[in-house]
């Protein structure tokens, strides 16, 4: 199984600041959320035997929660950060001007200035499904990681197109598995929420 988390919350995220490779730490609800993240994936009937995380530190520091109850170590892999944002890196989204936003959403391969396109963040984000693809058909990968990079590894299990980034909504410390019939991926649970306090 594929498990896969996105990182607790900064004060970037409370602020709803574009976060790409801005390397904020966690916030104090986000260590909050990091620890009953931790909590959920120990407890769970399938643990996770391998911790991979994105080398962004929210992410970082997300996963050495549960590394740290499951003693597992932390492999790094840059395929899982967080889509390059480029000059809107940092900024709220309002001070985008509203053309350049709307080609985003409208074609793949544009990239904010500076920055990194939705096709480019599928193509790493499908080589690294796709070398994980035998191990966690077989054991519990759980993979620390962003907004953007979540919405593309569903959009990777379920065979869709691009686009379908648009059309989801990736909570702060959900929790969304990817299982397997055989070599198949399948989407099993999507932006789960329940392990954290109200």
């Known amino acids: 199984m594929l498990i896969l988390v996105r990182h607790g919350r900064t004060s970037a995220n409370a602020a709803g600041l574009l976060q790409g490779r801005v390397d904020n730490e ?4 986000g260590v ?12 769970a009937d399938q643990p996770p035997d391998r911790i991979i995380s994105s080398p962004l530190l929210r992410a970082r520091q997300t996963a050495e929660a549960t590394a740290e109850l499951t003693g597992l ?11 390059d944002y480029g000059e809107w890196d940092g900024i709220p989204i309002s001070e985008v001007r509203a053309s350049e936003w709307q080609r985003w959403r409208a074609d ?8 990194e396109s939705l096709a480019q963040l599928n193509d790493r984000v499908d080589a690294a499904c796709n070398e994980l693809a035998a191990l966690a058909a077989g054991r519990n990968v759980a993979v620390f990681t ?8 569903v959009r990777w299990a379920l065979g869709t197109s691009d686009e379908i980034s648009w059309h989801l909504h990736v909570s702060q410390a959900q929790i969304t598995t990817i299982g397997f019939r055989g070599p198949m991926p399948g989407l099993s ?4 929420t329940s392990h954290l306090s109200t």
Do not use: Y
């Not at 966690?26 to 609800?29: A, E, S, T, Y």
């Not at 790094?76 to 950060?81: A, K, N, Q, T, V």
């Open 108 to 115: 793949t391969g544009f990239a904010p200035p500076g920055g």
């Open 146 to 153: 962003h907004v953007s990079p979540i919405k593309s590894a």
């Open 32 to 43: 909050q959320q990091a620890s009953q993240i931790a909590a959920a994936l120990s407890r």
């Open 189 to 192: 649970v999507f932006n789960d």
């Open 73 to 83: 170590e932390i492999a790094i892999d840059e395929r899982w950060s967080e889509l």
């Open 26 to 29: 966690l916030d104090d609800v």
